[in-house]
C-alpha cells in the first residue's frame, strides 16, 4: 500500500491544519484513490482502516458530505457510527465529555454543525480522536478539498489561475480562499454590500498564499469575473439562515450567475458550484447544465479526497 502523506495536525477543522505540504500530498493521493476506485475489493487501500470506527454527528442537512464520508469510510475497509444530531449543541451533556466518551471506542469524528467553536472543542477535549470539519457556519474544508481536485483535473496546474466566487463570502468562500492562496491561485470575490468576505479570512489566506496566491474583493459581479478560469457561486441562504431568505434574494439579485455573466470570463471558462444548487437564484438552469459546468465533478470528488483526508488523518 502507498503511504499515507503526513498529517500537520490531529484534526481537519480548517484547510489552515495542513501545511503546503500535507495539502499537495493529499489531492496527489486522492488523483490515485479515484484512478484506482474501479478496483473496488481489490483496491490497494480495501482494508486500509480495518477495525476502525468513524462516528458522524450531523447537526444540519446534508446529502453529499454523509454520503461521501460513509462510503469514503466503508471503501477503507473502516466502520461508521451515526449520532443523534442533539449530542452536537451540547445540551445533553458538555461537548467536552462527548468528545471523551467517543475516543474511547472510535478513532474519528466527523462533525457538522453551525459554530466552528463547536468542532474545535470537541477536538480539544480529546486527545486522541480526529475531528474533521464537515461544515459549520465559518468554514467548509472538505468541500474545497474536492473544488481543487476539480481544478487540478481540468487544468493540470491551478498556479496562475483566477476562481471568481460570485455571492455570499460564506463558509464556502472562506475555505476556498485558504486553498487557492495555499496553490497559488488568484481568487476574486464578489458579494453585496454586508455579505463580504471577512476581513480576518483575506488576512488568514495571505499568511499561507504561496506563489503569489491571493484573494481580491469586489462589489460588482462582472469585474470579479472578468478574464477568470472558473466561476463559482453557492446559495444565498445558507443552512440556518432561513429567516433571512427573502431579504437574500433581494440583495444578492445583482450577482446571479448567468451567461451574461459567465461571457465576461476568459473563454473555456468552468463553472462551480458546490450544491445543491437553486435555479433561478445564484445561478441560471441554463448555466449550470451546460458544458462549462462540473458541479457533478465537484460532488464525486468529495469521496476520493475525503478518503484521502482519513488516510492522512488515520492511515
Ligand atoms: N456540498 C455539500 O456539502 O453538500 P451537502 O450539504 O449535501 O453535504
Ligand atoms: N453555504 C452553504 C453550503 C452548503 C453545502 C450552507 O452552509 O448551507
Redesign the pocket.
Known amino acids: 500500500m502507498q503511504r499515507a502523506p503526513a498529517a500537520s495536525s490531529k484534526d481537519f477543522l480548517s484547510l489552515l491544519d495542513l501545511s503546503h505540504q500535507a495539502l499537495d500530498a493529499l489531492l496527489a493521493r486522492a488523483r490515485r484513490l479515484k484512478a484506482e476506485r474501479p478496483l473496488r475489493a481489490g483496491a490497494p487501500t480495501a482494508s486500509a482502516l480495518a477495525g476502525m470506527h468513524v462516528a458522524m454527528l450531523f447537526e444540519?442537512?446534508?446529502?453529499?458530505?454523509?454520503?461521501t464520508f460513509e462510503i469514503a469510510v466503508k471503501e477503507l475497509g473502516g466502520n461508521t457510527l451515526h449520532l443523534p444530531r442533539e449530542f452536537a449543541d451540547g445540551g445533553r451533556e458538555p461537548l467536552e465529555d462527548v468528545a471523551r466518551n467517543l475516543e474511547r471506542w472510535v478513532d474519528a469524528l466527523v462533525v457538522?454543525t453551525f459554530a466552528q467553536s463547536r468542532a474545535a472543542t470537541l477536538a480539544a477535549a480529546a486527545r486522541s480522536l480526529h475531528v474533521v470539519n464537515?461544515?459549520t457556519d465559518e468554514e467548509?474544508p472538505?468541500?474545497a478539498l474536492a473544488d481543487a481536485l476539480t481544478m487540478l483535473e481540468r487544468w493540470g496546474e491551478v498556479r496562475g489561475r483566477t476562481l471568481a466566487f460570485v455571492g455570499d463570502g460564506n463558509n464556502?468562500a472562506t475555505s476556498l480562499a485558504h486553498v487557492t492562496s495555499m496553490l497559488g491561485m488568484s481568487l476574486h470575490v464578489a458579494s453585496p454590500a454586508g455579505y463580504e468576505l471577512p476581513d480576518a479570512v483575506v488576512d488568514a489566506a495571505a499568511r499561507v498564499a504561496r506563489h503569489g496566491g491571493a484573494v481580491r474583493r469586489f462589489a460588482d459581479a462582472r469585474e470579479a469575473v472578468r478574464g477568470a478560469d472558473a466561476v463559482y457561486t453557492d446559495v444565498w441562504t445558507s443552512?440556518g439562515q432561513e429567516q433571512e431568505a427573502g431579504r437574500r434574494r433581494a440583495l444578492f439579485a445583482p450577482f446571479q450567475v448567468d451567461a451574461g455573466l459567465m461571457s465576461a470570463a476568459a473563454p473555456g471558462a468552468l463553472f462551480m458550484h458546490?450544491?445543491?444548487a437553486h435555479r433561478g437564484e445564484e445561478v441560471t438552469a441554463d448555466v449550470l447544465e451546460s458544458p462549462a459546468s462540473v458541479a457533478f465533478d465537484?460532488?464525486e470528488n468529495?469521496l476520493h479526497t475525503q478518503k484521502a483526508l482519513l488516510l492522512m488523518l488515520l492511515g
Do not use: F, G, I, N
Not at 444540519?60 to 454520503?67: F, V
Open positions: 444540519k442537512p446534508s446529502l453529499r458530505t454523509l454520503s457538522r464537515a461544515l467548509h472538505c468541500q464556502v443552512m458546490c450544491l445543491p465537484q460532488a468529495r
